[in-house]
Nanobody, 124 residues
Framework: EVHLVESGGGWVQPGGSLTLSCVTT????????IAWFRQAPGKEREGISC???????YGADFVEDRFTISNDRAKNTVNLRMDNLKPEDTAVYYC??????????????????WGQGTQVTVSS
């Protein structure tokens, strides 16, 4: 059974940083993709970035240099480092997984496995 558990969310002031972690169990393989999404109140869920086991990365245009996704394969964990956070980054952040595809996507409906989400609040 596949499980994804996010952690690391919380409150941070504008300009601050957070690192979110996603621990995965029950899903392994060369064709697994892990992605981070977020959903702000009243808005659709949007993709941030995704990564595969060989550390190929695909990111949304708004990521710029503020969001960095990385693998810690020894811990079955995918991290999302977020720097220079802005109030508009406030959202529930989710990790998701899929396997069996070579092409990256950040379309939420393409991912069958999801974590429960972790809240990130950016305010002064």
């Amino acid at each position: 059974e596949v499980h994804l558990v996010e952690s690391g969310g919380g409150w941070v002031q504008p300009g601050g940083s957070l690192t979110l972690s996603c621990v995965t169990t029950g899903i392994t393989g060369y064709d697994v993709q892990i992605a981070w999404f977020r959903q702000a109140p009243g808005k659709e869920r949007e993709g941030i970035s995704c990564i595969d086991p060989t550390n190929n990365v695909y990111g949304a245009d708004f990521v710029e240099d503020r969001f960095t996704i990385s693998n810690d394969r020894a811990k079955n964990t995918v991290n999302l480092r977020m720097d220079n956070l802005k109030p508009e980054d406030t959202a529930v952040y989710y990790c998701a997984a899929r396997r069996g595809f070579a092409v990256f996507t950040l379309t939420p409906s393409s991912y069958p496995y999801w974590g429960q989400g972790t809240q990130v609040t950016v305010s002064s």
